[in-house]
């Protein structure tokens, strides 16, 4: 099994930017493709980004496509969000999660290990 620990949510203001991190730890994070989801107040949760193990493939929701970016470290067993361009439609708790199948997939149910989520805020 993985753990997996979100940081660097935060308050910030329309068009500003957040780099959010996901470390695991227990299985080596290169077993699993990793996914960023968010969940704002009274809406379900939603797909943001994933990515393969080896960083070579990625996918976006449209909703963030060109205003974000998932990357990650597997030497330090780390997963990245670079969020740009920053909007209130942005607020939500940002959840890592982990997936060991084979490809990257946006479903959520597709993955079994989540963190305990960061809250990102943005003001208008």
């Known amino acids: 099994q993985v753990q997996l620990v979100e940081s660097g949510g935060g308050l910030v203001q329309a068009g500003g930017s957040l780099r959010l991190s996901c470390a695991a730890s227990?299985?080596?994070?290169?077993?699993?493709?990793m996914g960023w989801f968010r969940q704002a107040p009274g809406k379900e949760r939603e797909f943001v980004a994933a990515?393969?193990?080896?960083?070579?493939?990625?996918r976006y929701a449209d909703s963030v496509k060109g205003r974000c970016t998932i990357s990650r470290d597997n030497a330090k067993n780390t997963v990245y969000l670079q969020m740009n361009s920053l909007k209130p439609e942005d607020t939500a708790v940002y959840y890592c999660a982990a997936s060991s199948l084979p490809l990257v997939t946006t479903t959520s149910p597709a993955y079994p290990y989540w963190g305990q989520g960061t809250q990102v805020t943005v003001s208008s």
């Open positions: 990515i393969s193990r080896s960083g070579g493939s990625t």
């Open positions: 227990g299985r080596t994070s290169t077993t699993y493709i």
